[in-house]
């Protein structure tokens, strides 16, 4: 059996995981009042990309401190999780955005700028240059 024990550096990890947890609930407030409340699928999909990620992320490492530091038990998975989501959470959120972009659907009507829109064109007049002279 596991000797219980009161210590300061227990009571600071014990902190250390319940910030981290109140930040990941935070997060994860503020990606679904992003999803309720923004206008059109870019906006959404950036509160959905980056501040749900932040959100799991300190859950998940909250998880993982409770686990390593109170328990005793490193667990492999849960930091290869982290490190995936981490990665793959951004990416596809861009996915998404430039996916929307190219099948037509419009951005906001408060939207100040639109990058894509100027890139789309200058990609598309090399392309056309590129085939007056193959031609």
Same mark, same amino acid.
């Given at each position: 059996?596991?000797?219980?024990?009161?210590?300061?550096? *227990?009571? /600071?990890?014990?902190? =250390? &995981?319940?910030?981290?947890?109140? $930040?990941?609930?935070?997060?994860?407030? #503020?990606?679904?009042?992003?999803?309720?409340?923004?206008?059109?699928?870019?906006?959404?999909?950036?509160?959905?990309?980056?501040?749900?990620?932040?959100?799991?992320?300190?859950?998940?490492?909250? *998880?993982? /401190?409770?686990?390593? =530091? &109170?328990?005793?038990?490193?667990? $492999?998975?849960?930091?290869?999780?982290? #490190?995936?989501?981490?990665?793959?959470?951004?990416?596809?959120?861009?996915?998404?955005?430039?996916?929307?972009?190219?099948?037509?659907?419009?951005?906001?009507?408060?939207?100040?700028?639109?990058?894509?829109?100027?890139?789309?064109?200058?990609?598309?007049?090399?392309?056309?240059?590129?085939?007056?002279?193959?031609?």
């Amino acid at each position: 059996m596991r000797e219980e024990r009161f210590s300061i550096e *227990t009571t /600071i990890v014990n902190i =250390l &995981i319940i910030v981290l947890m109140s $930040t990941g609930v935070l997060f994860s407030v #503020v990606t679904a009042l992003g999803l309720i409340r923004l206008p059109d699928v870019y906006t959404r999909t950036h509160a959905a990309s980056k501040s749900s990620t932040l959100g799991v992320l300190c859950v998940l490492m909250a *998880t993982f /401190i409770h686990f390593w =530091l &109170i328990e005793g038990i490193f667990n $492999t998975q849960m930091v290869i999780a982290i #490190v995936f989501l981490f990665i793959t959470a951004p990416v596809g959120g861009h996915l998404i955005g430039r996916a929307s972009y190219m099948s037509g659907i419009k951005v906001a009507e408060e939207t100040v700028r639109d990058d894509m829109k100027d890139a789309l064109k200058e990609e598309k007049k090399e392309i056309d240059e590129n085939k007056s002279i193959e031609h």
